[in-house]
């Protein structure tokens, strides 16, 4: 049986670690390859603003969620500088983390009212650069109706935003 409750994803960086923590705590440098556009600077406690640039394609999600057996479901669009995140711990150059309402986008989401999901950023130094390991906890207590949608729509999602923050540090 699958455990809907943690997210984790690993990516080695060729990158240095200071290289790769600027790419994450930085609000210019996450919002190239995030794709959020952040209103201030992240700091442990702070609730961060931001606006999705180019909004999310309805039917483009909804194809995707049936890609992956789930009953497509209306998204929201988010509106320009709701809230992103609060962040909860910065420990450069190793540890980075923030809470959110995981898949925020659904539109049986009540981001007033729902609970959220811890995410954080962890990085090593190996010998091929760094290795940045992306978990996301804390879906159990997502409600049950939303909860597999929630967890399968960000599992994909961080595969990509691995990727992307590959490319960005990389320079591909």
Not at 51 to 65: K, L, P, T, V
Request: charged share 25%.
């Amino acid at each position: 049986m699958t455990s809907l409750d943690r997210i984790e994803k690993q990516v080695v960086l060729r990158a240095p670690v200071e290289r790769v923590w600027r790419a994450l705590t930085d609000i210019q440098e996450f919002a190239q390859w995030f794709g959020v556009k952040l209103d201030q600077p992240f700091a442990p406690g702070r609730a961060i603003t931001g606006s999705f640039e180019g909004g999310f394609d309805q039917d483009e999600i909804a194809r995707y969620q049936a890609s992956l057996g789930l009953q497509p479901a209306a998204i929201r669009q988010p509106l320009p500088h709701e809230v992103f995140c609060t962040v909860e711990r910065m420990e450069a150059p190793r540890v980075f983390s923030f809470r959110w309402v995981p898949f925020g986008i659904d539109a049986e989401c009540d981001p007033e009212q729902e609970p959220t999901t811890l995410v954080e950023f962890q990085l090593e130094t190996v010998p091929e650069g760094t290795r940045l390991t992306i978990t996301e906890s804390g879906f159990e207590r997502v409600p049950a109706h939303r909860r597999e949608r929630a967890f399968m729509m960000n599992d994909g999602g961080w595969a990509a935003q691995a990727d992307n923050i590959r490319r960005h540090v990389e320079g591909a």
